[in-house]
């Protein structure tokens, strides 16, 4: 072991100091008398001096000197080193000398070892254990799994800086040059992956901005957020700035209200009632009319009238004693609501078709003294036409021209779209010709309204006027969406031939999308059109191959869901199950699926066609996708199964059908079987059964019903109920506690519920016993003299199995037993419920015995 070296003895260096007495010489010298104070201002000028001419020479000098702390910095640093060093040398020489690290050490865990194991690979100095292939593999770690480690989440601008992008470099002190750029960057950091209060990395952001996130800088910052669509980093800055201590007594009402009408814009109501009532608690920021409108605009664009009305209610009242931050006990923040509140009001009541809240809330304008506007009047209009109340319309549209309200499109369109419900058509045009004889700059929506109504009247050559009117109108509709409901007005009204033409007439002004392709392949496959249906599908099916040439531009018609499911619809109606197939092949290929809840009749239809596969292809598609098939695949893959004599397939569907969540009924069973006659003879229901008798099938309900309906239709003398039926009185009642409706199936009722073990087994025995009661021979031999005793053993395991469950009441489903008699107290007036002693059955069978010796 090498010697140790001695530590370094190093003094502090001395600090610079003028020479008082060489200062006082001076001072006499100029006939001045060297008081404290002027030999302590010298000094102090002396040091000054001294340390900006050591500055000096220092940055004149490329290489300086050390001075002397920094001399001894570097000294006990080295020392330090070789300290270390010698310490992991003698480690080193202790631990190979004992040949286990954890030898004198039991308190150590042997994950702490490993960690030691792990940290002492990194090595300060030479570099013999550095592996290369170690450096490796920590590049691709970090690379590929702890990427996360070195993101510092900052994105600057190509513009940012006066360097070019290979001459730029970070700095974290000239992070952003204004406080106009921190907010763009804080902003464009939170919305561009959602950043929320949850997110580990939300306070880092925050922090690194470097705001003092005042309220004019949250005014912006969630200003901004709202813009971009990001109603949750605003809710969680606004969270996170006001739940810091140094905040909490800083809140500020406008933030919140901003905060409001952005969650409104997002129709976020429920967000918008917790920050409402968050206001209510706060003298501080306690709402005022701006955050009331806020509130009753967001909650009347929801429908939500009832916390509306409360809202309404909350403005009048005082606010609670147990308000925080309260200041002044003369404070009154009592509101009545206005105009806007109570259009608001209007609003909530056309989802909700409340009609009778129109006249209260004129009623209410009225007390206090609020003229209504236009928006008032036609809101009152929307309410009753959603009402039906379609003479209300016209009553409140007159009241608004006598009020002299400047009459609006959007109350045009009203007009209009009542003038179709009651089929006056030729009204509703002249209300259009009204309003451009007013002036009124017609929108859009207003001439779509009236080409909609005439096309759904079969008036679609005067819908094509409306649409060239409708072209030359700002913000319209693309005119792929136009003609798309045109055409879907004039399927509603039943007009199939005008629904060709508007398509025919569609493609002089446009090219049809999509939509325009479902929508017509429904109008070919409700009306047995199933060429022009298919032509119409192959013509969007070359279009989309075409689309994937470079220069294409039939993206537009690329096959969707929906038009797989409208041309499998109209192949089941045309009975082309070829078709079909081939159809439904390309939709799989497509990774569509089809709903199971709208289309499973389709599939059925098909298997029952022949096309089996595509059945059990989508039975395994859903499966595979962690959903349930309905029953009809169950019960249709039953009877396919059954009619190719696999019954072991169809033993493993009734097992499976047995644990999902619906249940069939005896009676549905014997109606699908009697339905599938044609499929399924008699001897194939027999030999179902018999392949359900030989097999461990599961005792449930469902299972049970498909047994019991069999015997009925087979006749068969066999008795084998897998719901473990019990005896009551003459009764046989399944024991499942499961009745009601489930998934479309009804499920008969059960009752007189009794599952102990021990009546199970009574109740087979009392079922052998009569069985052979009932038998015309019964082969006994006279010589057995050993019947008695034999007999008084069994009577004996009866009364005991009794006793178990009608007398001792000590089993172990003792409350199975009392609901048992509960539920009998309760028949005894339909019918006598009395359980026979093991001594009865015994004398019973001793007697028929005795009649037939």
Request: proline content about 4%; some cysteine.
């Amino acid at each position: 072991m090498e010697t140790r070296p001695v530590p370094l003895q190093l003094s502090a260096p001395k600090p610079f100091e003028p020479n008082i007495d060489k200062i006082k010489h001076k001072l006499l010298q100029h006939g001045v008398f060297p008081t404290p104070k002027i030999l302590r201002n010298i000094r102090k000028k002396e040091i000054q001096k001294h340390k900006r001419k050591l500055a000096k020479i220092q940055s004149n000098d490329p290489n300086p000197p050390l001075t002397e702390s920094q001399q001894q910095a570097l000294d006990e640093e080295e020392h330090f080193h070789i300290l270390k060093r010698e310490y992991k040398h003698f480690t080193r020489a202790i631990t190979a000398k004992n040949g286990d690290e954890l030898i004198g050490k039991p308190w150590e865990r042997i994950e702490r070892l490993k960690f030691r194991e792990l940290a002492s690979g990194s090595k300060e100095y030479v570099g013999h254990n550095l592996k290369k292939e170690n450096l490796r593999d920590l590049k691709q770690m970090f690379e590929e799994d702890l990427n996360w480690v070195l993101d510092n989440d900052i994105q600057l601008d190509d513009g940012y800086g006066s360097l070019g992008s290979e001459n730029r470099e970070f700095d974290p002190a000239k992070r952003w040059r204004s406080e106009a750029d921190a907010i763009r960057v804080l902003v464009g950091r939170l919305s561009a992956r959602e950043i929320t209060l949850n997110n580990w990395k939300f306070v880092r952001i925050i922090k690194q901005s470097g705001l003092q996130f005042t309220e004019s800088q949250l005014l912006k910052i969630v200003e901004e957020l709202g813009r971009k669509g990001s109603w949750r980093p605003a809710m969680s800055v606004v969270e996170w700035v006001y739940g810091r201590k140094e905040q909490r007594d800083l809140k500020s009402r406008f933030v919140y209200t901003k905060l409001m009408a952005i969650l409104g814009k997002a129709r976020r109501p429920q967000e918008v009632l917790d920050i409402f009532n968050l206001m209510l608690e706060d003298c501080i920021i306690y709402p005022d009319m701006a955050a009331y409108r806020s509130a009753a605009v967001t909650l009347g664009q929801a429908g939500l009238l009832k916390e509306l009305m409360k809202l309404i209610e909350r403005m009048r009242q005082k606010p609670s004693k147990r308000i925080k931050n309260m200041r002044s006990r003369n404070w009154d923040p009592v509101l009545e609501p206005d105009l806007v509140v109570y259009n608001a009001v209007l609003n909530a009541c056309v989802p909700s078709h409340q009609w009778k809240g129109v006249f209260w809330v004129f009623k209410q304008l009225r007390k206090s003294g609020l003229k209504p506007n236009g928006a008032t009047y036609g809101l009152a209009m929307e309410v009753m036409l959603q009402s039906g109340k379609y003479d209300l319309v016209h009553e409140f549209f007159s009241k608004m021209k006598r009020s002299g309200e400047a009459l609006r499109a959007i109350t045009y369109k009203v007009l209009v779209r009542a003038f179709w419900e009651e089929g006056k058509i030729n009204e509703a045009v002249q209300a259009v010709r009204d309003m451009e004889r007013r002036g009124v700059v017609g929108t859009a929506s207003v001439y779509y309204e009236l080409a909609c109504c005439l096309c759904n009247n079969c008036r679609w050559e005067e819908a094509m006027v409306v649409v060239e009117k409708m072209k030359q109108l700002p913000h319209s509709k693309p005119l792929e969406i136009t003609f798309t409901g045109l055409i879907i007005s004039s399927m509603d009204g039943g007009h199939v031939d005008d629904c060709i033409s508007i398509f025919q007439r569609m493609k002089d002004h446009c090219k049809p999308n999509i939509g325009t392709i479902n929508t017509m392949l429904k109008v070919y496959g409700k009306n047995d059109m199933f060429s022009k249906a298919k032509e119409l599908f192959e013509e969007a099916t070359r279009a989309n191959s075409y689309s994937t040439s470079p220069g294409s531009d039939a993206t537009s018609l690329k096959p969707d869901e929906y038009t797989y499911r409208s041309m499998l619809e109209a192949s089941a109606r045309a009975h082309q199950w070829e078709y079909f197939e081939y159809v439904y092949k390309g939709m799989a290929l497509s990774g569509y699926q089809l709903d199971q809840t709208k289309h499973v009749s389709l599939l059925v239809e098909a298997s029952k066609a022949g096309k089996c596969n595509l059945l059990e292809h989508a039975f395994d598609t859903l499966l595979e996708a962690g959903e349930i098939p309905h029953p009809l695949f169950f019960t249709e893959m039953l009877i396919q199964v059954t009619a190719r004599s696999n019954y072991e397939k169809a033993v493993t569907l009734v097992n499976t059908m047995a644990y999902a969540p619906f249940q069939i009924s005896e009676r549905q069973w014997t109606e699908l079987f009697e339905k599938n006659k044609d499929r399924l003879d008699r001897d194939s229901l027999e030999k179902l059964l018999n392949a359900l008798y030989n097999c461990d099938a599961t005792s449930e309900i469902t299972v049970s019903n498909l047994s019991r309906s069999l015997q009925s239709l087979c006749g068969s003398g066999k008795e084998k109920d897998f719901s473990r039926p019990t005896f009551i009185g003459s009764q046989v009642t399944d024991i499942s506690p499961l009745d009601g409706n489930n998934e479309g199936f009804d499920v008969d009722r059960t009752e007189n519920v009794l599952s102990s073990p021990a009546s199970v087994m009574v109740l087979e025995s009392a079922t052998y016993i009569s069985s052979n009661n009932q038998q015309s021979s019964l082969s006994t031999s006279v010589d057995d003299v050993d019947d008695d005793a034999s007999y008084d053993g069994y009577s004996d395991y009866l009364e005991k199995e009794l006793s178990i469950l009608n007398l001792n009441g000590g089993s172990e489903d003792s409350d199975d037993d009392e609901e048992l008699q509960m539920q009998m107290s309760k028949d005894s007036d339909c019918h006598e419920l009395k359980l026979p002693s093991a001594n009865e059955i015994l004398e019973t069978w001793k007697e028929s015995r005795n009649k037939d010796w």
